[in-house]
């Protein structure tokens, strides 16, 4: 992903829009959005995004229309779509895809899955025209090496080169400069705007970009040659319509610069790399054409000394005779080569490795039988032998091919001088290690899987030797902890890890095994000491590593309990709580039971009041003790009533002023069938 790669967003919940927009933004991209299906296709009508992120359900056109809309029009039937839905029906997802679907995200989304499926659809569009590019490159190679191959005029060719290169960079023009060792003088010899153009000399004082670029051997991009320093000495003789963007790229024949490829742009503008990588590939070819052109003389010379070369090795394949009875019993392959390459001698256990016979090998370079990826490696070997360095267990690889099957075999080989009296000559012995490599490579393939298990583990993993340094600790430790793993391993022991004395006593336990068997230590609640100082509670389960029948070391698992102790203590306060409230609910429920017991003989006493001031003379000593008992009794029932507001009990009226509580209704029966009975308050 690149920033100014532009999202757009279609979504007709402004929630989700704006949710859409702050991840994508904060992730780098640009974002565009808009809250509908019509106003999308609007903006897709004259922009293209590098991603859409569409919400299948919408009021008329939905995403549905948007989507099959996108896939018909053939300038954005390209951009990556992933679907928003919050539909279930995995119909509903399969119609998406149907119409063209790259990706679907499930509503509600995280934003971190979100920005991860956009840069996916991002690099996955980057491959494809990439893999487009180099499609088209190698067509273009493909025909300028047909052409260098067909065309027997070096002109034509030269020419078609340079006029191919112009149409795919877009370039104004593309020249061939050639120059003479040590000379100041350069010779256009071919132009894409010329093809009549023949050897125009070039003043190489004048063209300081040039210069540069043949002794450095590098290649030189200008992309606007009036603010370029280089040209500072010959600015004012540059004419005033001169060519604005410049690429100058050698031509190399065995790292010596025989001339350059030399394109120029009347505007400035930068050539992408994918134009200068294409550039460079045509350079290379040019030049061993070039170089072909002028040594096609010195071919057939070489054709006497390969024959020559033959009779040399046949000489020295006899000087071998006396070692072949000794060759010939060796348990391991063994060939010799001349320092050419070329086999000499191999004895039958060489032929059983390589399961080509004994003049199948002698028709043979050692080149022949490497396998191709391995070239550069005896590249580097055979430049090694001209400097005397004969090198041990070697890993080469070569193509074994018998009546059913090709299979790649991998040998170890060791290298010899021998013959030096008769120019030198390398003996070469190898064994089949094939196996071997497969159970390394499959042994380094877990070890890295069990290093990416740990690290990726939410529990911390840490582990020592037996002094107790620290030679292990995860990213769930350093996470806990508050230190770097740098900053651990090496460099602290366990008892830096726990508080005093902790480390100590968890060993004895492990030792012990009075906590999970000998030499184990399971569900352990411990503290350790973070790097702050501050005390973690712990789950530890902790092993001791064996090795040879005795310890070499420990391992440690710790669960961090703090998210476990804080739900503990909230628990805790919840209990305490419902206790509390358990209390003050039986404190009502005794009120309540109360008020309920002072019901009768209260509506008793207020009934005898009543009835005792009706029936008393006034002027009667009762009369006055009545009021009184009715006066207390009813100072009686204003106390139950407070009673039973506490307990929420209903009340109802009783006598004058007077409520009792309504027991009925307070304990639900509200079918007009209660009895009179009721406290008074």
């Not at 010596?256 to 992408?272: D, T, W």
């Not at 009021?627 to 009783?654: D, L």
């Amino acid at each position: 992903m690149t920033r100014g790669d532009t999202v757009l967003v279609v979504d007709d919940d402004a929630v989700s829009r704006t949710v859409l927009a702050r991840a994508l933004v904060g992730a780098g991209f640009e974002a565009e959005v808009v809250g509908s299906g019509g106003q999308a296709l609007t903006w897709l009508a004259e922009h293209t995004p590098s991603v859409i992120l569409l919400d299948l359900v919408m009021p008329p056109p939905d995403g549905y229309v948007v989507l099959r809309s996108v896939r018909r029009d053939r300038r954005t039937a390209e951009v990556p779509v992933v679907v928003l839905t919050a539909l279930d029906k995995d119909e509903e997802v399969a119609r998406a895809f149907e119409l063209g679907a790259d990706d679907f995200i499930r509503k509600p989304f995280r934003p971190v899955e979100l920005v991860a499926r956009v840069r996916g659809q991002i690099r996955m569009r980057d491959y494809v025209v990439a893999l487009a590019r180099k499609e088209h490159d190698a067509k273009v190679i493909l025909e300028l090496t047909q052409a260098l191959s067909s065309a027997l005029d070096i002109r034509e060719i030269l020419f078609t080169v340079v006029r191919r290169i112009a149409d795919v960079a877009q370039i104004d023009r593309c020249s061939i400069i050639l120059v003479r060792e040590q000379g100041d003088v350069g010779y256009v010899v071919a132009s894409s705007d010329d093809k009549d153009l023949r050897d125009l000399p070039l003043d190489l004082s004048k063209y300081p970009e040039i210069q540069q670029v043949l002794g450095t051997g590098e290649v030189l991009v200008i992309d606007d040659a009036r603010s370029s320093p280089i040209f500072d000495l010959v600015r004012t003789i540059l004419p005033p319509d001169s060519f604005r963007s410049l690429a100058i790229l050698p031509l190399l024949f065995e790292d010596k610069a025989m001339g350059v490829l030399f394109l120029r742009g009347r505007r400035p503008v930068a050539l992408r790399e994918h134009e200068l990588s294409l550039a460079r590939t045509v350079a290379g070819a040019t030049a061993i054409a070039l170089r072909n052109a002028r040594i096609l003389q010195s071919l057939r010379d070489q054709t006497q000394q390969i024959s020559f070369a033959r009779f040399e090795a046949e000489r020295r394949l006899a000087a071998l005779q006396p070692y072949a009875d000794f060759f010939h019993s060796a348990a391991d392959g063994i060939i010799v080569i001349d320092p050419d390459g070329r086999i000499l001698f191999s004895n039958p256990r060489a032929q059983a490795i390589t399961c080509r016979t004994d003049s199948e090998l002698s028709s043979m370079t050692l080149a022949g039988l490497i396998d191709p990826r391995d070239r550069a490696l005896l590249d580097d070997l055979r430049g090694g032998f001209g400097r005397g360095v004969f090198p041990h267990t070697v890993d080469l690889t070569i193509q074994r091919c018998d009546e059913n099957q090709c299979e790649r075999r991998v040998l170890s080989c060791s290298f010899s001088s021998v013959l030096r009296e008769d120019g030198g000559a390398i003996l070469i012995n190898f064994h089949d290690v094939t196996s071997e490599r497969a159970t390394e490579a499959e042994l380094t393939k877990t070890k890295e899987f069990l290093e990416r298990v740990i690290e990726s583990s939410v529990d911390a993993i840490i582990s020592a030797d037996m002094n107790g340094v620290v030679l292990l600790f995860n990213r769930a430790a350093e996470r806990i902890y508050g230190y770097t793993s740098a900053e651990v391993v090496g460099l602290k022991t366990l008892h830096d890890l726990y508080p005093d004395g902790s480390a100590t006593q968890i060993m004895r336990l492990i030792q012990s095994g009075d906590h999970g068997g000998p030499g184990r230590l399971e569900g352990y609640r411990t503290e350790v000491l973070a790097k702050d100082g501050t005390r973690i509670p712990m789950m530890l389960s902790a092993a001791l590593i064996v090795e040879g029948g005795r310890p070499t070391g420990s391992v440690g698992i710790f669960t961090d309990l703090r998210e476990l102790v804080r739900m503990e203590t909230q628990l805790t306060a919840a209990q305490e709580e419902l206790r509390t409230r358990e209390k003050q609910a039986l404190i009502a429920e005794l009120a309540g039971a109360t008020a309920h017991e002072l019901n009768q003989p209260l509506t008793s006493v207020l009934g005898y009041a009543e009835m005792i001031l009706r029936r008393v003379d006034a002027t009667s000593p009762a009369q006055a003790a009545a009021a009184t008992i009715r006066a207390e009794a009813e100072r009686m029932a204003e106390i139950v009533r407070k009673i039973g507001k506490i307990t929420r009990y209903e009340t109802k009226s009783y006598v004058g002023s007077a409520k009792i509580i309504d027991l009925d209704r307070s304990s639900g029966n509200d079918d007009g069938s209660s009895n009179s009975s009721g406290s008074a308050q």
